[in-house]
């Protein structure tokens, strides 16, 4: 069936440098996706949201790449901070009522 | 702050119990969805509710049900629980359905022992 996968599980980045998250997604027909931020303990946070029409926006410090063609999206953050350490998912949206997400990656920033 | 209310924050019941989960969504929103995580499946969708009526169902299980109300307040009821029930159960909300952002309240922390 469709799902939404992320190609690496875990990520270590050093403060200060740029990191890319990069997601598949399986159905050529989704038209939305969001990314989220979950800290531990908490709930998931939105991120930033693109829509199919677009490849390309940009929020504060974080990007969102989508590549349609290879059905690949990417979240980018830069200058990366202590505070970006969490577990970053992607979220497709298929039909008209329910986000599927992927398994998620951790992100751990080194000092 | 989402603006998404859970309550309570933990909870820990027996085997066999009933529990019922409350969410009270963002202002204005419609909508709420009921998520199930847990260790190794991620984020779950469970069952979404528009202005009162049951909108989409996912993966959720006979033993537990869910409504919402007119005041557009929600409730998980979980019942005969079992061990594999311990997760953390949230809910969002959103303005209407479908492609809209969803906001996640932060969680309730099931324990089944």
């Known amino acids: 069936g469709e799902s939404v996968g992320l190609h690496l599980p875990t990520l270590s980045v050093q403060e200060g440098d740029n990191s890319i998250i990069n997601c598949a997604y399986s159905n050529s027909a989704s038209d939305y996706f969001i990314w989220y931020k979950q800290e531990s303990g908490k709930g998931p946070q939105f991120i930033i949201d693109i829509r199919s029409n677009m490849d390309k926006r940009q929020g504060q410090r974080v990007t969102v790449l989508l590549n349609k063609t290879v059905k690949h999206l990417s979240l980018q953050i830069a200058a990366t901070q202590p505070g970006d350490s969490a577990v970053y998912f992607c979220a497709e949206a298929q039909g008209a009522q329910k986000l599927v997400f992927g398994q998620g990656t951790r992100l751990t920033i080194n000092p | 702050d989402s603006g998404v209310t859970q309550t309570p924050k933990h909870l820990i019941t027996a085997t066999g119990q009933r529990v019922t989960l409350r969410c009270s969504p963002r202002?204005?929103?419609?909508?709420v969805y009921w998520y199930q995580q847990s260790l190794d499946q991620g984020l779950q969708f469970l069952i979404q509710y528009y202005n009162g009526e049951e909108r989409a169902k996912g993966n959720i299980l006979e033993r537990f049900s869910a409504q919402q109300f007119p005041d557009l307040h929600s409730e998980l009821n979980l019942s005969s629980l079992e061990l594999g029930d311990s997760a953390l159960y949230f809910c969002?909300?959103?303005?209407?359905?479908?492609?809209?952002?969803?906001?996640f309240g932060p969680g309730t922390r099931l324990t089944v022992l």
């Open positions: 202002s204005g929103d419609l909508s």
């Open positions: 969002a909300s959103s303005v209407e359905g479908g492609r809209n952002t969803q906001y």
